[in-house]
């Protein structure tokens, strides 16, 4: 009788047939493919006999929810809540050397939209529980499994929602692991593992310019397009002050070891340029970040509008959020002013705690002399859902990468990919993960 395939056999191949749904998301106007990518999910997991329960906040925005809780674990524990999301950013396949959704296994590599955000780790979680339950291995304490919609449109219709909705099926969790983070950053032949500890909020804002609409010949001291524009340019080239915490010192202090030079806050991105893409992901968490990205305003050339608009994606560290707002009023002036469209918390715990040990542990039993430091991602997870609920959230989605690949710039990127090996890692580490959590 053949034995069945181990986690590091079957885990590319999962990855591959995850990234053939095409579940991009396209935000206000909609998703696809999310309800069958669940399905997906929940197959694999009946084959071992898990069960999982299908939630969906509209027609097909579907989220799984699955307890784990085999004989031989600690049931007197709280379970440790670990989470995916199944749908991807849209990608142009014009673009790309291959198709975005066919998962092709190429030089060593999975390619397709979400090979790296975040179809990876889905298949990386998916083919160790898979194994453990084919061996009869138990972790150490329960797992809730949480596979949402919606993640890289904010969440409202997966992770936000389920937490609203049905809080009682994280209630019971007090920490939990999801994506960017547990990924090596490799500095002066040094690899260090990233360990997200802090993410920070989200403010997007709609501003909005009134004025007296009128003839655009005419001379008019009240032009709403005028007043948006002062204010846009305003915001644009503001320069926010250094606001480092703990995640960012620790990250910091790292890399000024590795490579034997101090690196000062105001000039972080610019002094780690050689480190790649993440130097930028660095940069913006030095301090609160407001960028115009959106602007709308008149209908005719002739016409001087009375109403014109602009979109701001602000983020802010943990901590900073009423300087973040008072700061955009004052920039704004007297004749703009704003709407806040998304708000999303900040998130921040601190790298220490038992979660963190095995975290460690896990990593460096993998790749000795390893170092591993906490970090401050600039963008966010569905981790803001999960703190709401008094959830301890970490990123730790572990992965060996080439010291070559640029694996920051993947996300949401061109030609997204990961190395078959790294997927190998990361389910060695979380096979060891799961016995010391």
Known sequence: MESPLSAADEVAGLCSELIRFDTSNF????????????????TKLDD??????????????????????PEGCDRSLAPLLIHGHTDVVPAVASDWQVDPFAGE?????????????????????????????????????PVRLVFTADEEA?????????????????????????????????????????????????????LIADGSA????????DNAITSLAEAVSRIGNHTWPARIRPAQQQFLDAIEQALGIEIGADDAEQTLARLGSIARMVGATMGNTANPTMLSGGYKMNVIPGHATAGIDGRFVPGYEQEFYDTITELIGEKVHYE???????????????????MTSSLTAEDPGAAVVPFMMSGGTDAKAWSRLGVRCFGFAPLRLPAELDF????????ERVPTESLQFGCRVLDRFLDEA
């Not at 296994?105 to 090979?115: E, K, P, S, T």
């Not at 009128?214 to 001291?221: A, D, I, L, Q, V």
């Not at 920051?408 to 030609?415: E, I, K, M, P, R």
């Open 27 to 42: 935000g206000p106007s909609g998703a696809k493919g999310e309800r069958e990518a669940a399905e997906y999910v929940a």
């Open 48 to 69: 071992v006999g898990i069960t999982s329960q299908l939630f969906e906040s509209e027609p097909r925005r579907t989220t799984l929810v699955a307890d784990w809780a």
């Open 105 to 141: 296994i190429i030089d060593g590599y999975v390619w397709g939209r979400g090979a790296v955000d975040m179809k990876d780790f889905d298949a990386i979680l998916l083919a160790v529980v898979r194994e453990r339950v084919r061996t009869g291995r138990a972790p150490r304490r």
């Open 154 to 206: 904010g969440g409202p219709l997966g992770a936000t929602w389920f937490a609203r909705t049905h809080p009682e099926f994280i209630a019971d969790c007090t920490e939990a692991i999801g994506e960017v983070g547990g990924f090596s950053l490799s500095v002066n032949d040094q690899r260090l593992y990233l360990i997200q500890t802090a993410e920070k909020g989200l403010a997007w804002l709609n």
């Open 214 to 221: 009128g003839h655009g010949s005419m001379h008019n001291e």
């Open 340 to 358: 806040v469209a998304i708000s999303e918390p900040a998130v921040e715990t601190t790298f220490d705690g038992d979660l963190v040990a095995a």
């Open 408 to 415: 920051v710039a993947l996300f949401h990127g061109v030609d």
